[in-house]
């Protein structure tokens, strides 16, 4: 089979098309003929060796996609084979990803694609969408599965509502009930987010977007699912209503400084990304006690909490387990 490999890290450049043997399933896993390829930030942060550090002598890249299920490993039922399926994560932890004419992954991370769906959403979904799912049902007091109506009353921020993010956070919000505001940066922006199910659009390189989301929600908005932590943290913790911050981090925009608050509301979260800023796909909530935990599953978790004052809270922990946690008070 035809598959896409690089065993250095570095530029598009490094990619090399090769022919290899095709790979077998083995216990609990599906082999797919993959007919869309999908790719994220992570794929090519990974290729070019920003993060995670290569795990691999050789590496075929991208996390997601969807194709038809081609033969089935022990275990797994025999009545997959030739299903549709949306993958996800599928180069997690293994040296295959999407970017090959067949590949293996776990069964459950191969979910079942209808009909009426096409590979390019299918492939489009994967990790964007999860993320977009866990932002959305991270807090304390949210929904832990979204469905229609779970989301009544909430009002949600979906930054970069034209991202791979962004676009899902937007759907998913809407579709559970919430009060959608998408932040754009034009009008073909505005028009992705709009179609995707956006109530208000908002031009972040404009005016005063804060301002601007405000007058939709005068109250504050209940979820902030952020793209752009280190350029947008303060003008969240603005708009939040107390104790609700969730963000997805991103690497890049300028570092915003520490805040002090009296209603302690995302205190911590501000002296975490002082501390050390916040990885690319990294969450941020803030707590019931006016702390703030950050975390990044896959490739490694920290937390911070301040449970007073607001003073810089600079302590970093750091695994390679999705369910480690380090929570520090001041
Ligand atoms: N894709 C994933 O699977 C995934 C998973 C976890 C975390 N993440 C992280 O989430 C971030 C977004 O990923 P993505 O896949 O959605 O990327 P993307 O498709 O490239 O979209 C990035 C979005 O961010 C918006 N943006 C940039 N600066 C902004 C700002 N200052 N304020 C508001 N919006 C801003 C862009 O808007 P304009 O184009 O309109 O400027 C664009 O819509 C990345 O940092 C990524 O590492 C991604």
New binding site residues.
Partial sequence: MKAIIYRENGGPDVLQRVDRDLPAPGPGEVRVRVAVSGV???DW?ARSGAAPPKQFSEVTPH??GAGVIDAIGEGVDPSRVGQRVWLFMAAAGRPTGTAAELTVVPAERAVPLPDEASFDVGASL??????AQRALTVAEDGPRRLRPGALDGRVVLA??????????VIQLARWAGATVIS????PE?ARLATAAGAHHVIN??EGD?AAEIRKVAPGGVDIIA????G??LRAAIRLLLPMRLRA??????RRPRPRRSARGRGVACAAAARAGGLP???SAMSTPSGGCSVTSGGTGMFAYANRSSGDAVATRGWSTGESAKNEVSS
Avoid at 126 to 131: I, M, Q, S, Y
Avoid at 159 to 168: C, L, N, R
Wanted: glycine content about 22%; aromatic content about 2%.
């Fill in positions: 994220n930030p992570t942060q996390l997601d994967g990790v964007p969408a999860l993320t930054a970069g509502g034209a991202g791979a993010v962004g676009h899902a932040t754009i940066s034009g922006k972040y390189r977007p952020e793209v752009a932590l350029a947008n997805r981090g991103a690497r890049g925009g690319a796909g990294s």
